[in-house]
């Protein structure tokens, strides 16, 4: 038999392979619904024609479960109305473990198992931002097991959890995330779709979390004059500092995108307009971290070499236009708020107004951060401990969060995890940082149409670290997808072009 016979041949076994291995993975599905009860009967019949679409095109699987961690999972899950609670509504939940994320999470791991039985290639684990990402999971799950802290132990002094699921299995579900997604997103049109889903969510969530601060409809607290609330699309943006953080990354992939493609006519006023919604939406947040944040974003948008005359005018406009939008649209409450920032608008004793307790109670938050560290120094006390362990340690009683990345990483997973996760940061920044000096990578990506999102995502990196600063960020979704399209591009094209690169 010639060559182009026997690779038909093995074609068609491939494909029947995975024929067999849909019917078989769909049947075991629908056993699993059936089994809960006659009420899933529906869920079965979508879950299996769910799965024969997944087996096809994986990328849509993780595509799915992406949207389904930001849309409903994050934290206890509240009523939503208005659009995001519309939306939210259209996606299936399920209970307990027999939830559609897990579900679909399960048949894709038993799908990349196939894949690498069939395959045998194994080379996305040379990839060392996942393999740190794998470390991290490791370490923190570690600590959590010897902490000797459970739930009966918080219930005892009046505490409850705010998180859906223990704070161990959710590590390990966005570990699996990161490895799906970096697994089976590999095509440059695969990637344009990841991203496309987070920017559409993005714009979404700003929509209506600008309309929730200027309504007052939504609000779970005393600052209804804030944007988020429990109407927002991306459940865990209902906290302000993170809503400012997805409205800045979402602008972010918007102006790289439209500086590549040369975006004319109505493309480039529909990313004008949204670029616009972005930056009003910080300011309705009224997070003084969300407005720094998007300041150093800004410096690192137009600091980028090869800034052309024209970029930097259609920039300059841009944030004209928005301040003038700011000006005429967020509150007077929330302007006062945002620019009440201590030691730089104002002297200790002149701080006054909304806000104003704020970097105190900050700093106190810190010195208690340390005590606890002290308590466990290599590994800490545990991830998700944080609540208990400063309430028992706080003389206040308080059981506030960190509102610090860096300081909850510390006190949770002690130095260990501390260190690993800078080492993870600073690889998967220098990795593409490679890529964008390099000529040879740059010439390949830019005929892929992938050289604006090098850029952009190393921008992300760089301003999810200083929003990390302020809020507590690196256990969420949006970290295990900014390191999983850094990881993919890295292994895409720095990978395959080891030559050394000129610093």
């Not at 619904?33 to 979508?46: F, Q, R, T």
């Not at 609670?85 to 939940?93: E, I, R, S, T, Y």
């Not at 600590?143 to 005892?156: E, N, T």
């Not at 920039?315 to 009440?340: D, H, S, Y």
Request: aromatic share 8%.
């Amino acid at each position: 038999m010639n060559t182009a016979g026997q690779l038909r041949r093995l074609t068609v076994e491939s494909g029947g392979r995975q024929v067999v291995l849909t019917l078989a993975a769909a049947l075991g599905v629908g056993l699993i619904s059936l089994l809960a009860g006659p009420e899933a009967i529906i869920l079965s019949v979508a879950l299996t024609g769910m799965a024969m679409v997944v087996a096809v095109r994986p990328q849509w699987g993780v595509a799915l479960i992406l949207l389904m961690l930001m849309v409903q999972y994050g934290q206890r899950r509240y009523e939503r109305e208005g659009v995001a609670g519309g939306l939210a509504a259209l996606l299936p939940a399920g209970s307990g473990l027999l939830t559609i994320n897990n579900l679909l999470g399960l048949f894709l791991a038993l799908l990349l198992v196939y894949h690498l039985y069939r395959d045998g290639d194994w080379s996305f684990l040379r990839s060392r931002i996942l393999q740190l990402v794998l470390l991290v999971t490791a370490v923190l799950v570690f600590s959590g097991m010897v902490s000797s802290i459970d739930v009966q132990d918080q219930a005892a002094v009046g505490l409850s959890t705010t998180s859906a699921q223990s704070p161990l299995r959710q590590l390990v579900s966005r570990a699996l995330f990161m490895v799906l997604l970096v697994f089976f997103v590999q095509k440059p049109r695969d990637l344009r779709l990841i991203v496309g889903l987070f920017v559409a969510l993005a714009l979404v969530t700003a929509w209506s979390g600008s309309s929730a601060a200027l309504t007052g409809a939504g609000q779970i607290d005393a600052g209804d004059y804030r944007a988020g609330g429990l109407d927002v699309l991306i459940q865990s943006t209902k906290n302000p500092n993170r809503l400012a953080m997805i409205a800045t990354l979402g602008l972010v992939f918007i102006w790289e995108y439209s500086q590549a493609h040369r975006a004319q006519g109505w493309l480039r006023w529909l990313a004008m307009a949204s670029m616009l919604l972005m930056i009003v939406t910080v300011f309705l947040t009224a997070s003084r971290g969300g407005l720094i944040g998007l300041l150093v974003t800004g410096m690192l948008l137009f600091v980028r070499r090869r800034a052309s005359a024209s970029r930097v005018l259609y920039g300059l406009a841009i944030a004209a236009v928005g301040l003038m939008l700011v000006q005429e649209v967020v509150p007077e409450q929330a302007l006062e708020r945002i620019t009440n920032i201590p030691g730089l608008s104002q002297t200790p004793d002149e701080v006054s107004g909304a806000g104003a307790g704020s970097a105190e109670r900050r700093q106190y938050t810190y010195a208690i951060g340390f005590e606890i560290w002290k308590q466990a120094p290599v590994v800490g006390v545990g991830p998700g401990n944080w609540p208990y362990v400063r309430f028992m340690t706080d003389p206040l009683r308080s059981a506030a969060v960190a509102h610090n990345s860096y300081l909850a990483a510390l006190a949770e997973g002690g130095l260990t995890t501390f260190v690993l996760y800078l080492v993870l940061f600073y690889v998967a920044l220098r990795d593409l940082g490679r890529c964008q000096r390099s000529k040879a990578i740059a010439q390949r990506a830019r005929a892929e149409g992938l050289e604006w999102l090098i850029a952009a995502t190393r921008i992300s990196l760089m301003a999810f670290l200083v929003f990390s600063l302020f809020s507590d960020l690196w256990d969420l979704v949006f970290a295990y997808l900014l390191l999983g399209i850094a990881a993919i591009l890295v292994r895409r094209y720095h990978a395959a072009d080891m030559a050394p690169v000129a610093a």
